[in-house]
T-cell receptor, first 114, second 114 residues
Framework: NAGVTQTPKFQVLKTGQSMTLQCAQD?????MSWYRQDPGMGLRLIHY???????DQGEVPNGYNVSRSTTEDFPLRLLSAAPSQTSVYFC?????????????FGSGTRLTVV | SQQGEEDPQALSIQEGENATMNCSYK?????LQWYRQNSGRGLVHLIL?????REKHSGRLRVTLDTSKKSSSLLITASRAADTASYFC??????????????FGQGTELSVKP
């Protein structure tokens, strides 16, 4: 049982490039979300999904797109990378979208935009 | 959804001592969750306490919840150097329509010295 798998673990992008951060879970979790973590800022919610085909914005959605075509996968797309998007990105999933269950986090993707 | 605010921001203790961290929140909740994050890693779910519970134990962890004061505390007894990490609280939504999303604060950074 792998839990939540994020790839890649590290990435360096040039300003203006696009890329997709991958997130997959094998626990049949209904709810998935993306966070970014910056020093002194805690974790900030980017986008979340309560089930396949349903996504919604979090606190800081600008510059990012998501889709949820399957229960297992929730990729995060950076449309045109900017230095302000340098951060550590975490994907998380939960059994239910009711908020009554704990989250399982991936190990993170460390992104640097130069 | 709402954010929990942890206090203190940083805590330094000796191995064997107890560590207490506090969390405050603003509106009604379904549950409150505590997470640990070791440096450079994803968050790990520690414990969830539901709004109708006042105290919960898990190994060396003791969590209390006072819904009248909108506060929670996490006690780690007989701390070890391996407990060095950041600890986050996250209030769980009282509204199913919140989609279960958790908003995290900046956490308490615990340092346990050998």
């Amino acid at each position: 049982n792998a839990g939540v798998t994020q790839t890649p673990k590290f990435q360096v992008l040039k300003t203006g490039q696009s890329m997709t951060l991958q997130c997959a879970q094998d626990m049949n979790h209904e709810y998935m979300s993306w966070y970014r973590q910056d020093p002194g800022m805690g974790l900030r919610l980017i986008h979340y999904s309560v089930g396949a085909g349903i996504t919604d914005q979090g606190e800081v959605p600008n510059g990012y797109n998501v889709s949820r075509s399957t229960t297992e996968d929730f990729p995060l797309r950076l449309l045109s990378a900017a230095p302000s998007q340098t951060s550590v990105y975490f994907c998380a999933s939960s059994y239910s979208s009711s908020g009554s269950y704990g989250y399982t986090f991936g190990s993170g993707t460390r992104l640097t935009v130069v | 959804s709402q954010q929990g605010e942890e206090d203190p921001q940083a805590l330094s203790i000796q191995e064997g001592e107890n560590a207490t961290m506090n969390c405050s929140y603003k509106t009604s909740i379904n549950n409150l969750q505590w997470y640990r994050q070791n440096s450079g890693r994803g968050l790990v779910h520690l414990i969830l306490i539901r709004s109708n519970e006042r105290e919960k134990h898990s190994g060396r962890l003791r969590v209390t919840l006072d819904t009248s004061k909108k506060s929670s505390s996490l006690l780690i007894t007989a701390s070890r150097a391996a407990d060095t990490a950041s600890y986050f609280c996250a209030p769980g939504a009282d509204n199913y329509n919140q989609g279960g999303k958790l908003i995290f604060g900046q956490g308490t950074e615990l340092s346990v010295k050998p």
